[in-house]
């Protein structure tokens, strides 16, 4: 009986098949020999809609006018999202943080708020503002505590070495607060850490505190501008600012620039602060949002806090008590408000948002719930 070639391979029905191992491994450098496609460069998640991230507030603002954004099924589940966003990263407790950074910032920012805003209007006239509108929304206990902050927060001295060192500590006391929201927005849209942690980044980031503390100022101006305003119409207006139709007409103008007023607050704070680049049509929604809940939970929140005498439980320190409540409560709408504005991001298709700095790792790919 003739023996086998071992190095034949067994034949299969319809397939022409080499004879041999040899002519087999002949003809496998044939298809290695094939020219390759090129294989492009996969595109990193955010350049996806690069487009997003470059757009202007004023395309941002056309979106958000001809309701490109606002689908209320999405806008339910967003608002689920972030609800879940906020228990998951803690918010609670980063808020309370925020409370205590900025009890101890807000003598020095008032101090450059009131000073900015003075050059134009008077010291005096700022510092009433503000006093009414603490009244407005803490009532007396926490206008008493604004005005013991207000006539505090000042610092003469005739040595020159001591006014500096008093400027250098006023300016790290005013920015010590948005230094805290800062790191707390990196926490809550997931932002890597950066690897410049040197004095460079240091000096920038205060740097960006200080000129959010100078939003607040031009914020405070505006307000000011609006109520200078009013004051000359209701001169022209017939009857005077008693008529009762005027009074109406202010306070409808009153509460709308307040409004906007907020939502550009916000915007800054959202779009610049963190170490992220992010679109301004999730920018310009999420502040919305923010500002609306904000708006809402003033009246909500000044509605308790202007019925409820901190006093008897606290003595003397229960103004002060007050203003930590309010501070606390309004850091909750404002982080709740963030992470509406980074899940709606990631919902909507442009992507976890981007590190400013190059030297941070990319976070990591999360898809767009369906």
């Known amino acids: 009986m003739p023996s086998e070639d ?3 391979i067994p034949a299969v029905p319809g397939e022409k098949q080499p004879a041999t191992l040899q002519d087999a491994q002949q003809d496998q450098p044939q298809q290695r020999q094939q020219p390759q496609q090129p294989q492009q460069p996969q595109q990193p998640l955010q350049a996806a809609d690069a487009e997003a991230l470059a757009d202007s507030p004023a395309d941002a603002v056309v979106a958000l006018a001809k309701g490109h954004e606002f689908s209320l ?42 000073a900015v805003a003075g ?20 009532g007396s206990q926490g206008a008493e505590a604004m005005k013991a902050i207000l006539a505090g927060a000042h610092y003469q001295s005739d040595s020159k070495i001591a006014a500096m060192v008093s400027s250098a500590l006023l ?63 209701g001169e022209m207006w017939i009857g005077g600012v008693a008529n009762h139709s005027f009074i109406v007409f202010a306070k409808v103008i009153s509460s709308v620039a307040s409004f906007a007023i907020v939502t550009m607050m916000f915007a800054a704070i959202y779009k610049y602060l963190p170490a ?3 679109a301004w049509r999730d920018v310009l ?45 309004s850091a909750q709408i404002f ?17 976890t948002p981007t590190p400013k700095t190059n030297d941070a790792k990319p976070p990591e790919k999360r898809p767009a719930p369906a």
Do not use: C
């Open 6 to 8: 071992p190095n034949r």
């Open 73 to 114: 099924r999405t806008l339910g589940r967003v608002a689920l999202d972030a609800a879940r966003a906020w228990s998951a990263h803690r918010a609670a407790s980063k808020g309370a943080a925020l409370a205590l950074y900025t009890l101890f910032s807000l003598a020095p920012m008032l101090v450059l708020v009131v």
């Open 119 to 138: 050059v134009f209007f008077g010291v005096d006239t700022v510092r009433e503002v503000i006093l009414r509108q603490t009244s407005g929304v803490l």
């Open 171 to 233: 300016l790290i006391g005013a920015t010590s607060a948005f230094s805290e929201l800062k790191d707390s927005l990196d926490e809550l849209w997931e932002v890597p850490r950066s690897s410049g942690t040197g004095l460079w980044s240091l000096v920038r980031e205060r740097f960006l505190s200080f000129g959010l503390v100078l939003v607040l100022a031009l914020m405070l101006l505006i307000s000011l501008a609006v109520s200078t305003l009013l004051s000359v119409l």
């Open 276 to 278: 992220v680049r992010i």
């Open 285 to 329: 929604l999420g502040s919305l949002i923010t500002a609306v809940l904000f708006v809402t939970g003033k009246f909500i929140i000044g509605f308790y806090l202007g019925t409820t005498n901190f006093s008897s439980g606290y003595g003397a320190a229960g103004s002060l008590v007050l203003l930590v409540t309010w501070i606390y409560y």
């Open 335 to 351: 982080f709740y408000g963030a992470l509406f504005t980074h899940e709606h991001a990631v919902r909507s298709g442009r992507a």
